[in-house]
């Protein structure tokens, strides 16, 4: 088998993590304690120690306690081991005694399955009488308790019984103080807390006490709703029986108050709530504890009083909670119920007298007080005569009055002793640190005391256990009880300690999820504004601007390429530190550094805390980070390269790739676009993109966000913006802080939002939908009236277009949708103007206009006066077209001059000899750069070259080239089935042609035009001359050469003319290349 004490090496070993000298040592301890036993035995010959009465004790018990004393005290192991070798020694003993008094298997068989016959098998035969006196002799009410309790049931009421039974038969003052220890010690209890010794004594009691008719059964174990809670009822009650006989043997004050505070306990257990009891507040949890260690430190007399403190307060810690048992039936605990009554009206006078005296002031006196406190108030709450027996209630009222009446008679001095707040902090400390019962709770009172964190002391603990502090409600009360003290450290240890709690909070702020990190930054944020820790405590503030520059510079080093993760947190510490310089230092390298905004976006998003709106700010309502956006479109856009990461930046925050948008597009709108919707705005034009892109984002059907941003006064404020444009080129263009182009961007905006507010029309009264409508429509009426045009979506049926009245002398408009305006500028012959104007408003107006025109194509002076108006108001309407605009209006060239209703004869001005090929498929680029030729003529002439100014030249200039570039990429894509297969061997004559009539056309208009106009059409004409190239090159003809040498020669010709030297260089090295 080995050394019989081989487990005891173990569980030592496991327990106190000490070296052993081996079984030689072990079995010497035991041989110690054999040699008391057998002197003991000598003594008390010829009886023996298994017949052992109480009065034999102080005779025969000496050598027994003498030679346990000698081990507890032995320094053959180093640190001594009292109480385990008590343990050891009452193992052995009770064990013995246990088996002495069973029908056990035989010795053959026992020392094989028996872990302690070879020790047990030393020590002479005993009785209860020698386990009861030593353990009572050494003062180990505790662990009594604990083999008691892991016994099995019946064995443990037998045992229990047996144990009464001593104690109340000649009855010494010993034995009510070790009665009431071990009553004590079993309300403590607290499951799972058995060491492997106990746990073994129980599994031997088990396999050997059971009866064979009883089924083994897994450890018992007291849980508050373990069925064996009632076992622990039925312990408790023998305790209250057992003290009835004993009453008379209790003598001092002092175990009067600890004989009640026991009843009381149990009682308070017992008695059935109204619900289940609540755990105690943690300040409270804390202040009893704290008081408990109070009143031993001060009480000499008290076991506890030299223990070290964290040893005091695990011991006072298992003294305030409890355990919750079976509760008793009315009849049984009306007995209970009034033993205590009894009790205090008998003891009541004496205690009186010594619970006043601040002297006489201990730890029972103090559990009494609490206990009859708490056990006051429930009674009174249960005693509810609708659910109760009428018994019962009596006697609930009648003891709670007698409570009531005794508490009464005690003055506040009597309950017991003010704890210090240095040892408040202390023992909150050590809870933490040991990690005891509600340690976790306790965290929150540590990092909110702010009294307590201006000690070492507190900040060694924060360092020693900051795992437990990583939860972001204790991170912010860590950082409120700092920021509170942040103006009290003047020393340089002062500093340096508020450093290293700064350090501490950060660590544990860092170990946190993303969403608590979160968390922490909206708490940062609504208690100490954008500024963040840098703005409460130097020691947060002092390394930022340097870390802030290293942590970014080494995520734009490596933008997508290093983890996400570990930039988030990099970031992360930065949100909490200065969140506003961080969103800030976000948004100007995301326009600053190409290619990066996207992945600085995906981070923006990921702290959704960021997006804060700070209350009573000079920007109230507007969130951090808008205002951070609002600032970059003031101070950092310069070129339209950082102006296009900007608004992907902005869509990003509103449509991320699997993240939550960060902004939605009704913030956007209301604090990006709305306030800025002026045209004395300086970034007017970014604004109306932003708009733009807010009005895309795809939202749920059921999110009626454009009725927050006031919908109609913004549609107004873009209708404003558009009747701007038609004054655009009659002011002086400093006052202008936007392009002609921008004109597209409103036009846009403006379709988009009559859209989006059409869809979500449903969702407002129809009354307030009219009186909306109504007060849009005599708004406009101030405007221009092609404004008007486009808000037909929202009118709907409560308005007609309102168009000038000389625009049904050349449409055939239906009454029922259009009526006349009076407009004074539009006189007569000014419909074909006005009809240009309905054309390039939209595309479906466009097509509505060619379906409407009335032209007689039967007369042909009819036809010959259209196409001369047409010109006319082409070049009219021409400065005033945006690029959507004259690209709608090139289509409607296009089809007037496809139907013939257009005339425009081919110009030979530049043809020497028109050769005899099928020009049919390119009628209408010759015909449609004839017309733009014209139009020039007119409009450079001397009735109208004193018209516009420099920039509306440049404007016209501009749309001429967009004419005819997308004229070269229309003659580029004419299909080659348009031509007979005979004749497709000559399509290159055909192109070349085309294109040298295109050029000579552009060199025509750029000749008549004003000085510092034609940059435009010197790329024009390089953009003809290439693709007039690459037509040369790919030509195989027999002729080829000859033709093509003629071509170049008359292109010359041509540029010689040229009166722009700088066009004119350019153009004749290009042509050298031919």
């Known amino acids: 088998m080995g050394c019989p004490w081989s487990f005891i090496q173990e569980e030592r070993e496991e327990s106190f993590n000490v070296a052993t000298d081996g079984p030689v040592t072990i079995c010497g301890e035991a041989t110690i304690l054999h040699g008391g036993f057998l002197l003991a035995s000598r003594l008390c010959h010829p009886k023996p120690l298994s017949e052992l009465t109480k009065s034999d004790w102080c005779k025969v018990g000496k050598p027994i306690i003498d030679a346990l004393r000698e081990i507890c005290t032995s320094y053959s192991i180093y640190p001594p081991q009292p109480d385990a070798w008590k343990k050891k020694a009452a193992v052995i003993l009770w064990s013995k005694v246990l088996l002495s008094d069973a029908s056990s298997a035989s010795t053959n068989q026992r020392w094989k399955d ?54 109340t038969n000649e009855t010494t003052p010993e034995d009510v103080s070790f009665f009431l220890d071990v009553w004590w010690e079993i309300l403590k209890h607290r499951d799972g807390q058995e060491d492997r010794l106990t746990l073994l004594f129980g599994t031997f009691s088990r396999q050997h006490l059971l009866n064979s008719d009883e089924p083994p059964h897994v450890p018992k174990r007291f849980k508050c709703d373990a069925p064996e809670s009632s076992m622990v009822t039925s312990l408790l009650l023998a305790l209250v029986e057992g003290l009835k006989p004993l009453k008379g043997s209790i003598d001092s004050a002092k175990m009067k108050c600890y004989a009640l505070a026991n009843l009381v306990d149990v009682l308070s257990v017992l008695v059935p709530a109204e619900s289940e009891p609540a755990s105690l507040p943690v300040q409270v949890y804390l202040e009893k504890i704290s008081s408990v260690v109070t009143l031993w430190s001060k009480d ?43 009790l205090l009206e008998e003891w009541s006078v004496e205690l009186q007298g010594v619970l006043n005296n601040p002297q006489e002031i201990c730890y029972e006196s103090y559990r009494l007080l609490d206990s009859l406190d708490s056990l006051g108030k429930n009674l009174v709450s249960c005693a509810k005569p609708e659910d109760r027996d009428k018994e019962m209630v009596q006697e609930m009222s009648e003891l709670g009055n007698v409570i009531v ?67 972001p409600e204790l991170v912010l009360k860590l950082l409120e009880t700092v920021a509170s003290l942040s103006t009290t450290a003047d020393s340089v240890e002062g500093r340096e300690q508020q450093a290293k709690v700064a350090r501490v909070i950060l660590e544990c702020y860092v170990e946190l999820s993303l969403l608590d990190k979160n968390t922490v930054i909206s708490g940062v944020l609504l208690r100490w504004g954008r500024q963040g820790l840098s703005g409460i405590l130097k020691s947060f503030g002092e390394a930022f601007p340097e870390e802030l520059n290293i942590a970014f510079n080494q995520i734009i080093q490596s933008a997508s390429g290093e983890g996400f993760k570990k930039v988030v947190n990099s970031v992360s510490r930065l949100a909490v530190l200065n969140p506003e310089a961080t969103v800030k230092k976000i948004c100007n390298l995301a326009v600053a550094n190409l290619g990066t905004h996207q992945f600085l976006a995906e981070i923006l998003c990921s702290f959704p805390a960021l997006n804060f709106k700070e209350l009573h700010s000079q920007d109230e309502g507007i969130s951090l980070i808008l205002g951070c956006l609002k600032e970059t479109i003031t101070d950092k856009l310069t070129s339209a390269k ?96 936007y392009s002609f182009e921008a004109k597209d961007v409103v036009a846009g905006n403006l379709t988009q939002l009559c859209d989006v507010l059409l869809v979500q029309k449903d969702s407002v009264s129809s009354e307030l939908w009219t009186q909306s409508v109504a007060w849009l429509h005599k708004k406009v009426e ?11 979506k929202v009118y709907g049926e409560h308005f007609k277009n309102e168009v000038p009245a000389t625009l049904f002398e050349v449409c055939k408009l239906p009454e029922d949708e259009w009526t006349s305006r009076s407009l004074p500028t539009y006189g007569a012959g000014s419909g074909l103007l006005a009809w240009l104007e309905c054309c390039c408003i939209s595309t479906a107006l466009r097509e509505q206009m060619l379906v409407l025109l009335k032209i007689d194509m039967d007369n042909p002076e009819e036809v010959n006066l259209f196409s001369k108006g047409f010109l006319l108001a082409m070049v009219q309407i021409l400065p005033w077209c945006s690029q959507s605009e004259w690209r709608r209006l090139v289509h409607v060239i296009k089809s007037l001059l496809e139907r013939e209703v257009l005339y425009v004869p081919y110009s030979l001005e530049y043809v020497q000899h028109l050769p005899l090929l099928n020009f049919q ?112 090159d790919a030509d195989e003809s027999l002729g080829r050469a000859l033709r093509k040498a003629n071509e170049k020669h008359f292109l010359e010709s041509i540029t010689e003319n040229v009166t722009n030297k700088e066009l004119r260089t350019m153009l004749q090295q290009k042509l050298r290349k031919l």
């Open 300 to 342: 000499d007399k008290n076991q506890y009083n030299k223990r070290e403190l964290d040893e005091k307060v695990k011991e006072a810690e298992r003294s305030v909670s409890l355990l919750n048992v079976a509760k008793l039936g009315n009849s049984r605990l009306i007995s209970h119920l009034g033993f205590l009554r009894s």
């Open 405 to 471: 009446n005794f508490l009464k008679k005690v003055s506040p001095q009597g309950r017991g002793k003010d704890s210090d707040s240095s040892l408040v902090a202390s023992v909150a400390m050590v809870i933490i640190e040991q990690k005891m019962d509600r340690h976790l709770e306790m965290c929150s009172i540590f990092a909110s005391e702010k009294n307590w964190a201006s000690t070492k002391d507190w900040v060694a603990c924060l360092s020693k256990n900051k795992e437990l502090f990583q939860k």
């Open 642 to 737: 950082e102006k296009e990461q900007f608004l992907e930046f902005l869509v990003y925050l509103m449509q991320p790739s699997g993240a939550n948008p960060l902004l939605a597009p009704a913030e956007v709108t209301q604090n990006l676009v709305i306030p800025c919707l002026r045209s004395d705005f300086p970034h007017l034009e970014l604004c109306l993109q932003i708009l733009d892109l807010a009005l895309k984002v795809p939202l749920p059907s059921d999110q009626n966000w454009i009725h927050t941003c006031h919908p109609f006064p913004l549609l107004f404020c873009l209708c404003k913006l558009l009747h701007e444009f038609t004054r655009y080129w009659h002011e002086p263009q400093d006052r202008h802080s």
């Open 921 to 1032: 498929p390119f009628a209408y680029p010759l015909q449609f750069s004839v017309l733009l030729l014209r139009g020039f003529q007119f409009l450079c002439g001397s009735n109208g070259a004193t018209w516009l100014s420099l920039e509306a030249w440049k404007h016209v200039v501009r749309l001429y080239s967009l004419g005819l570039s997308d004229l070269l990429g229309s003659v580029r894509s004419i299909p080659r089935c348009q031509w007979h297969p005979t004749e497709e061997k000559n399509v290159t004559r055909e192109l070349s042609f085309v294109y040298i009539q295109m050029f000579c056309h552009t060199l025509h208009v750029a000749a008549m035009l004003p000085e510092g106009t034609g940059e435009p059409l010197l790329l024009l004409s390089l953009e003809i001359l290439s693709q007039y190239q690459t037509l040369c």
């Open 114 to 167: 028996d872990v302690f016959f070879s020790v047990s098998n030393m020590i002479p035969e005993v009785n209860h009488t020698v386990l009861f006196e030593l353990l009572k002799a050494v003062n180990t009410p505790w662990i009594f308790a604990q083999l008691l309790l892991v016994l099995p049931d019946h064995v443990c009421r037998r045992e229990l019984e047996t144990f009464i039974k001593y104690v």
């Open 782 to 792: 101030a405007l221009d009236w092609t404004v008007g045009l486009r808000l037909k």
